[in-house]
């Protein structure tokens, strides 16, 4: 059993009798406590999709979830649902839109590395790789003689994440995106 200090996000814990994926932990350190930090973490539950913001002490033991993660791939939208494809036995998952909204900025035909996550069998949440390569489809003009250390500019991508590039990336090229920081790392490999 993890203390709360070791939970990572996209973790599956049990809490209050059911499973919760945490999507964001917030450490705080209050002033004339004994050393002792605060974890706020927001997480919701894997059946109902209800959130929950709750906090925990580090020393707080918590107990993790029995879950599976699959590779897979994404296939297709279908109304509110977004449908991935399991790599190996090609079994379908359904992910409501809502539950994976910050990933989906981040997912499109070409996105290698995802993992689905699987609790009881049924699919609740979905790990991306630290870094992924999207198409730009709008910026403004790359100019000529600009250094890599430059100033950046907005760049729109093919999901309609925008990041800041530099200004010698143009539009139609493929970059990398460090999907924790949401920021851009570097030209994709051809």
Avoid: H, W
């Amino acid at each position: 059993m993890p203390k709360a200090s070791e939970i990572k996000k996209n973790a599956a814990i049990e809490y209050n009798g059911g499973v919760y994926m945490v999507k964001d932990i917030e450490r705080s350190v209050p002033q004339g406590r004994a050393g002792g930090s605060l974890y706020r973490m927001r997480m919701y539950n894997v059946v109902t999709g209800q959130k929950v913001d709750e906090t925990f002490k580090d020393v707080d033991m918590l107990n993790m979830a029995d879950l599976v993660r699959r590779p897979s791939m994404f296939s297709y939208i279908d109304g509110e649902e977004y449908v991935f494809m399991d790599n190996e036995d090609y079994t379908p998952y359904n992910l409501n839109k809502e539950s994976i909204a910050d990933e989906v900025l981040f997912i499109d035909e070409n996105t290698q590395g995802i993992q689905i996550i699987l609790v009881d069998g049924s699919p609740v949440g979905m790990d991306l790789p630290s870094s992924i390569e999207l198409e730009i489809v709008e910026t403004d003009p790359s100019i000529k003689g600009a250094s890599a250390t430059s100033r950046t500019k907005p760049a729109t991508l093919t999901t309609g994440l925008v990041v800041q590039v530099p200004e010698y990336i143009s539009t139609g090229e493929r970059i990398k995106i460090n999907t924790e920081e949401k920021s851009f790392m570097s030209r994709a490999d051809k």
